[in-house]
């Protein structure tokens, strides 16, 4: 199963985070099928940087977001929120 969750880049106390799709049983750090956006939490402004084409194609064949994932993606308005 493939899924959507960040990679960690960045100097310490200074996190960026990458927006991968990588195999899940594969490491953190491992190599990546594709670099799909970046996340600077600590930035004021261009928090959150995603090729939303490929990040479409990736859940149209059935990549699945990690939470922290998803929820960022949410706030971005580029993940559907599930209404229940």
């Known amino acids: 199963?493939?899924?959507?969750?960040?990679?960690?880049?960045?100097?310490?106390?200074?996190?960026?985070?990458?927006?991968?799709?990588?195999d899940r049983r594969k490491s953190r750090d491992a190599a990546c099928l594709e670099v799909l956006g970046h996340y600077h939490p600590q930035n004021t402004s261009d928090k959150i940087t995603i090729d939303s084409d490929r990040l479409r194609y990736w859940l149209s064949t059935g990549a699945q977001p990690t939470g922290s994932a998803s929820t960022v993606l949410k706030k971005a308005g580029l993940l559907a929120t599930s209404e229940s």
Not at 6 to 14: C, E
């Open 1 to 22: 199963m493939v899924r959507i969750r960040f990679q960690k880049v960045g100097r310490p106390h200074t996190p960026h985070f990458r927006l991968v799709v990588i």
